[in-house]
T-cell receptor
Framework: DAGITQSPRHKVTETGTPVTLRCHQT?????MYWYRQDPGHGLRLIHY???????DKGEVSDGYSVSRSKTEDFLLTLESATSSQTSVYFC??????????FGEGSRLTVL | DQQVKQNSPSLSVQEGRISILNCDYT??????FLWYKKYPAEGPTFLIS???IKDKNEDGRFTVFLNKSAKHLSLHIVPSQPGDSAVYFC???????????WGAGTKLIIKP
C-alpha cells in the first residue's frame, strides 16, 4: 500500500537543464504538496494543489512550476535547474485534518 | 523569520529513559500542532498531533504537551527504544489553512 509514489527517486542533472518530478497518488485526495528538505531548514513548501488545475505557491516557489491535470498526478518542474535546487523533494497528500502523508522522496543533484 | 523553532539539532538518550523533544512557535494564530518522525531515505511519517483546545495528547509511548501561554510544545517518548532513533519534526497550522509550518528538526539518538 504505497499511497504515493514519486519518480524518479534519484536524479543527477546539469545546471540549466529542465527537470520534472512526478507524484502519483492512489487515494483520490484533493490536496497535494511539494516540499524540499535541506539541512537546517526542515521542510519548506514549494507549491501545493487543492484540486485539478488549482495550484498555489508556497514559501520557496521561485524557479519551480507545477501542474495538476488529473487528481492522481502532481508534477513539479524545474525549468532550468540550478545548483541551489540540489535537494530532496517530497510529495505529500492531505489525509486527515492537517495530517500529511509523504512519499519516499526524490533526491535531485544539480551539477 | 522562523515561526516554528526546534532549538536542539540533536539529542542523545539512553534506551529505556525518557526522551523529551521541544518546539517553540511565535504565531499565536496556530491552532493545530503535529509531530512527524523521519528515518533516513524515507518520507516523514505522522506521529501524533494536538489541537490548541487541549494541553495534552497521549498515544502509547508518545505524549505531546502544549503550553499556549509559553508558545511551547514538547514530545515525550517513554520508554525510549532503539527504533525511536530518527529525526523528529514539529509542525503547526492555522484554522482552515491547509499549509503546515515546519521546524528544522531534532535528531534523536537512542543509545543502547
Amino acid at each position: 500500500d504505497a499511497g504515493i509514489t514519486q519518480s524518479p527517486r534519484h536524479k543527477v542533472t546539469e545546471t540549466g537543464t529542465p527537470v520534472t518530478l512526478r507524484c502519483h497518488q492512489t487515494e483520490n485526495h484533493r490536496y497535494m504538496y511539494w516540499y524540499r528538505q535541506d539541512p537546517g531548514h526542515g521542510l519548506r513548501l514549494i507549491h501545493y494543489s487543492y484540486g485539478v488545475k488549482d495550484t498555489d505557491k508556497g514559501e520557496v516557489s521561485d524557479g519551480y512550476s507545477v501542474s495538476r491535470s488529473k487528481t492522481e498526478d502532481f508534477l513539479l518542474t524545474l525549468e532550468s535547474a540550478t545548483s541551489s535546487q540540489t535537494s530532496v523533494y517530497f510529495c505529500a497528500i492531505m489525509r486527515g485534518t492537517g495530517e500529511l502523508f509523504f512519499g519516499e522522496g526524490s533526491r535531485l543533484t544539480v551539477l | 523569520d522562523q515561526q516554528v523553532k526546534q532549538n536542539s539539532p540533536s539529542l542523545s538518550v539512553q534506551e529505556g529513559r525518557i526522551s523529551i523533544l521541544n518546539c517553540d512557535y511565535t504565531n499565536s494564530m496556530f491552532d493545530y500542532f503535529l509531530w512527524y518522525k523521519k528515518y533516513p531515505a524515507e518520507g516523514p511519517t505522522f506521529l501524533i498531533s494536538i489541537s490548541s483546545i487541549k494541553d495534552k495528547n497521549e498515544d502509547g509511548r508518545f505524549t505531546v504537551f502544549l503550553n499556549k501561554s509559553a508558545k511551547h510544545l514538547s514530545l515525550h517518548i517513554v520508554p525510549s527504544q532503539p527504533g525511536d532513533s530518527a529525526v523528529y519534526f514539529c509542525a503547526a497550522s492555522m484554522d482552515s489553512n491547509y499549509q503546515l509550518i515546519w521546524g528544522a528538526g531534532t535528531k534523536l539518538i537512542i543509545k543502547p
